[in-house]
């Protein structure tokens, strides 16, 4: 899938440097108006920016996540630190993901990336399968029939 993909653009001064806009999947221009707030992103493509709460679902997946490296990281005798060192992040969103947290602002649960996933379960030794095996069996028995 080369050459279309979502660009950022942007400004540059002697005394800032940011990003002011970007091209949405359909190739259109979405200008970020300087000091927009959280309320104005709920508009974009996407959601992106959306500041809805997790649903209790996502709350509860992301809580058996927490719980789960935090698990691992005790039985291998590590600290966040050391975790995260291990895995190449940062040690805020080490800490971040064991309090099943996306940010320290917003109530939103943690929802890692692939890659960040990946990381992990190499830094804390266990299959990526194993990582996610709990999660995994919770979430397929909210899907089942009647459950709803």
């Known amino acids: 899938m080369a050459g279309r993909g979502l660009g950022v653009f942007g400004h540059a001064s002697s005394s800032r440097v940011g990003m002011t806009g970007f091209i949405s999947a359909d190739g259109s ?11 104005l992103r709920q508009g974009l493509p996407g959601g992106l920016g959306s500041m809805a709460e997790s649903s209790p679902l ?3 997946l992301a809580s058996l996540f927490a719980q789960t490296i935090r698990d691992r990281r005790h039985e291998l005798g590590l600290s966040q630190e050391q975790v995260a060192l291990r895995a190449g992040i940062d040690r805020n ?3 971040l993901m064991e309090s099943a947290r996306s940010d320290r ?6 929802n890692p990336q692939l ?11 266990l299959p ?3 990582l996610l095996e709990e999660i995994s ?3 397929q028995r909210s899907a089942e029939p009647g459950d709803a």
Not at 105 to 110: E, F, I, L
Not at 115 to 125: G, N, P, Q, R, S
């Open 128 to 130: 990526v399968e194993d």
């Open 93 to 95: 969103h080490y800490q």
């Open 137 to 139: 069996i919770v979430y």
């Open 105 to 110: 602002k917003s109530n939103k649960a943690v």
């Open 58 to 60: 996502e709350k509860q």
């Open 29 to 39: 221009r979405v200008n970020l108006a300087a000091g927009y707030t959280p309320s």
């Open 115 to 125: 890659f960040t996933l990946l990381k992990l379960a190499a830094a804390l030794e």
